[in-house]
């Protein structure tokens, strides 16, 4: 049997279930990010019902609702936002959860379901990308540390957009959450703070976290005190994101030995690459300047990837107009090339 190629979506990228049933169609928000269309649902239960809950040292969440009797789940991917692969098998997982845990998840699925005389292509966007590196460490770590268990199972892995070393627009979302009129924002910035996903895309790059005057902050934005001004974002949370970024996402093709990796980087859409801690413990976010999809900076990824991770790399722009980051797998230019690489 051929080789099957296995689609691994953004955040946003797959519809959520409520009980099963559909919740409704992501919505994108000036191209940052998304949340769910009302569905007919009340302003007072958009917050109880995506929320979550969780407890210290277990990765799956205690609740996926706050909403009694509920429970949301991982539906059908947004076919406008992956037009330009498809056919493929989505792999579904809630894009709110801990990424070690959907990581566990992959891992399970690519072992029960590998094709039969063959192996996994991969194609990953935004943060699904990072849940094929922690796939990559949890697997390499289930046999003593060795570097090509991915492998066993992957042949080819193309990352489109990743956030390899986080993005803004994750903080953007701790600290404002996204305008959907004055009556949702303050309901989502609530809910974001739940979501652990959010804080594992965190940057940990050096200048993410400005001080006014432009020195970079004394603590990065996965430290508990660059967070003093906003009482309700999780430090819990927080200190998983650091431990989840130590262990299982920097460095994240040293458990790809074997595999064809191809990383796609686009540069041609202003993007942030920093945002500034003020006086009174506030965060702002200064106009976007910085060279990436919309999301993720390009300069900052392509300086923390090693010599031999840049020669993996296809960079996009700045002259080749495509889709902003959401919607790369929409883009025919990108999807041309994603074929390209995946074949």
Not at 20 to 36: H, I, M, S
Not at 134 to 149: E, F, I, N, W, Y
Not at 174 to 200: C, D, N
Not at 310 to 338: C, K, M
């Amino acid at each position: 049997m051929a080789d099957t190629t296995l689609l691994i979506p953004g955040t946003g990228g797959l519809k959520l279930l409520r009980n099963g049933a559909d919740l409704g169609y992501p919505v994108q928000l000036q191209g940052e990010a998304f949340l769910l269309s009302q569905a007919g649902s009340g302003l007072g239960e958009i917050e109880p019902l995506l929320s979550m809950q969780h407890r210290i040292g277990q990765r799956a969440p205690v609740k996926t609702s706050l909403l009694a009797g509920v429970e949301v789940s991982a539906g059908p991917v947004l076919s406008l936002a992956y037009r330009e692969v498809p056919g493929v098998l989505p792999f579904r997982y809630d894009w709110r959860g801990d990424i070690v845990y959907s990581a566990q998840r992959l891992v399970e699925f690519l072992e029960e379901r590998k094709p039969a005389g063959g192996k996994w292509r991969l194609v990953a966007h935004s943060q699904g990308g990072l849940v094929a590196v922690a796939a990559s460490k949890l697997l390499a770590a289930r046999h003593g540390g060795d570097a090509t268990a991915f492998s066993d199972l992957v042949r080819r892995l193309v990352l489109v957009g990743v956030p390899l070393y986080g993005t803004l627009n994750a903080a953007h979302a701790l600290v404002r959450g996204e305008q959907l009129g004055e009556a949702v924002s303050p309901a989502f910035q609530k809910i974001a703070r739940t979501w652990p996903a959010l804080y594992q895309m965190l940057p940990d790059f050096r200048g993410a976290l400005r001080l006014p005057d432009g020195r970079p902050a004394p603590s990065g934005f996965l430290d508990a005190a660059a967070w003093s001004g906003y009482s309700d974002v999780s430090a819990e949370l927080l200190a998983r994101a650091l431990e989840t970024k130590q262990r299982y996402l920097r460095r994240p093709l040293e458990k790809m030995a074997q595999v064809q990796v191809s990383i796609v980087l686009a540069t041609n859409r202003a993007t942030w690459d920093h945002a500034v801690l003020k006086v009174d413990r506030s965060i702002e976010f200064p106009n976007r300047a910085a060279s990436g999809d919309s999301l993720v900076p390009s300069v900052p990824t392509m300086n923390r990837l090693t010599p031999v991770e840049r020669q993996l790399v296809d960079q996009i722009g700045p002259h080749e107009v495509i889709a902003e980051h959401a919607f790369l797998l929409s883009d025919t230019y990108v999807g041309e090339l994603t074929r390209r690489l995946l074949a």
